[in-house]
């Protein structure tokens, strides 16, 4: 999950700036060391990137080199330094989003989850009037609550993790989310509400298959007493091979 979520962590992560524009605003002395580290980062020579722009920030503590420390740090894998970075940018320019996005984006590879929430947080209240960066961006928190339920619920703490999946659908209808949820509510004795979230995991289903909404669908009517329609289900997720064994025993258990 990790590996895929960080390419759409970054889509809107700006690594190259105009020189022209920065050369407006930036002082003279910083200009080619900070283009210098650009052209490096273009190279993929990080290290070569982050000196350049050390030396760009003993003239100038602009926010944009900070920021590119970090990006470069990061491609380096060195978290630690990357986030002060960010969080350097951050202090020079609050009103910059991408400090906290891809802030974020390195706590979420350190499984510091709420840490990463807390920064797309900020991009989300940054980013309000900016549509697509804010659909980016919620699928970012999804993913972030998303992984906090999961660590609630190694934890046996259904009900936490149940507050977590409330967060991570609200933000994006995630099939994901969805069936987590189901089975939660069902752990919890929550069965009205188990039967809604495997709706919503079929409606919104996109990366899961049917057999695990209608085995949750089907345990939940076993329970309201309504084997009709658990029965329904059950058949319906004893035809996905993943469920197969475990909704038939269930079956038997009904007959």
């Known amino acids: 999950m990790k590996k895929v979520t960080r390419l759409l962590f970054n889509v809107f992560l700006i690594l190259f700036f105009t020189y022209s524009a920065y050369a407006q605003t930036m002082d003279s002395a910083a200009v080619k060391p900070f283009n210098d580290g650009l052209d490096k980062m273009q190279k993929n020579d990080y290290k070569g990137a982050v000196a350049d722009f050390e030396t760009a920030l003993k003239t100038d503590k602009d926010y944009r080199i900070y920021y590119q420390i970090g990006v470069a740090q990061e491609k380096l894998g060195n978290h630690e330094e990357s986030i002060n970075a960010y969080k350097e940018a951050i202090k020079a320019n609050p009103q910059f989003d991408a400090s906290y996005n891809d802030l974020g984006s390195v706590y979420y590879s350190m499984g510091k989850y709420q840490d990463a929430a807390n920064n797309f947080e900020k991009v989300l209240e940054i980013a309000k009037n900016d549509s697509a960066k804010s659909a980016a961006v919620k699928f970012n928190l999804s993913l972030s609550y998303n992984a906090l339920a999961s660590a609630a619920e190694k934890s046996k703490n259904n009900k936490k ?50 057999g695990g909404p209608y085995y949750y669908m089907g345990v939940a009517y076993s329970k309201k007493n309504d084997l009709k329609k658990a029965k329904e289900c059950m058949l319906k997720a004893k035809a996905d091979p993943v469920y197969a064994k475990v909704a038939q025993t269930v079956l038997d258990a009904m007959k």
């Open 161 to 210: 993790a149940i507050e977590y999946l409330k967060k991570a659908v609200s933000y994006n209808n995630s099939d994901i989310a969805y069936l987590n949820l189901a089975r939660d509510y069902f752990l919890t004795n929550q069965y009205d509400r188990t039967i809604e979230a495997a709706e919503n995991a079929l409606k919104y289903r996109k990366s899961i298959g049917e």
